[in-house]
């Protein structure tokens, strides 16, 4: 990981993908994890159901410079401030996104089209907000440690009804690593970002 944030640095970072069965019913746990030098740790987590439909995201917590969560329930959701307000359908939130869009390319729902675009609604501990990814293109990304390059297919968001927000996560899918997210570029506004890239897979 390198980014900015007031200054350059450095960092690792570690996405880990959980899933579970209890009671015939499947569960997932989505964790990001990020340390850097002088800074302190922050992580983003979602947790929901694994349905024939996708995933569908209970609840979502932020640890940045203090923690906040989301919950979703079937009908509404509440924010971090305690305010409800309307579910849109297949809503995911800031984290789940990642591996949503992953599984729509992977099972097809989704065809990549260079100008393309996909429709999410994004729940965060502010708000639900409409994204759009444009497909840009087919990006070679250079990864030593799996082998060299991989071919991916890069994806950038649009906030419809906050065109202006600063906050956004563009995200490269490799086809040839069952669509898994290779490269995330999450940034916070002018002087804020991280770069992931993806250094190591393990599947236990």
């Given at each position: 990981?390198?980014?900015?944030?007031?200054?350059?640095?450095?960092?690792?970072?570690?996405?880990?993908?959980?899933?579970?069965?209890?009671?015939?019913?499947?569960?997932?746990?989505?964790?990001?994890?990020?340390?850097?030098?002088?800074?302190?740790?922050?992580?983003?987590?979602?947790?929901?159901?694994?349905?024939?439909?996708?995933?569908?995201?209970?609840?979502?917590?932020?640890?940045?410079?203090?923690?906040?969560?989301?919950?979703?329930?079937?009908?509404?959701?509440?924010l971090n401030n305690g305010q409800h307000v309307p579910r849109?359908?297949?809503?995911?939130?800031?984290?789940?996104?990642?591996?949503?869009?992953?599984?729509r390319f992977a099972t097809g729902q989704v065809q990549f089209?260079?100008?393309?675009?996909?429709?999410?609604?994004?729940?965060?501990?502010?708000?639900?907000?409409?994204?759009?990814y444009d497909m840009l293109g087919r990006d070679t990304i250079?990864?030593?440690?799996?082998?060299?390059?991989?071919?991916?297919?890069?994806?950038?968001?649009?906030?419809?009804?906050?065109?202006?927000?600063?906050?956004?996560?563009?995200?490269?899918?490799?086809?040839?690593?069952?669509?898994?997210?290779?490269?995330?570029?999450?940034?916070?506004?002018?002087?804020?970002?991280?770069?992931?890239?993806?250094?190591?897979?393990?599947?236990?």
């Open positions: 990981m390198t980014g900015n944030y007031y200054g350059a640095f450095q960092g690792t970072a570690q996405v880990q993908w959980q899933r579970l069965y209890t009671g015939g019913q499947a569960r997932y746990q989505f964790k990001l994890q990020l340390k850097a030098d002088m800074l302190p740790a922050k992580s983003l987590t979602s947790q929901g159901l694994i349905t024939e439909n996708g995933l569908v995201p209970q609840v979502y917590e932020e640890l940045l410079s203090h923690r906040r969560d989301v919950r979703i329930g079937t009908h509404d959701i509440i849109p359908d297949d809503v995911q939130d800031f984290a789940s996104q990642v591996i949503e869009l992953a599984h089209t260079p100008g393309g675009s996909v429709h999410l609604w994004i729940a965060r501990t502010t708000g639900v907000d409409e994204w759009v250079v990864l030593p440690h799996l082998g060299g390059t991989v071919q991916t297919i890069h994806l950038k968001p649009r906030r419809l009804n906050r065109p202006d927000s600063p906050l956004s996560i563009e995200i490269w899918l490799a086809p040839d690593l069952q669509y898994l997210p290779v490269r995330l570029l999450i940034t916070q506004g002018v002087g804020k970002s991280a770069d992931l890239r993806v250094d190591t897979i393990r599947q236990e």
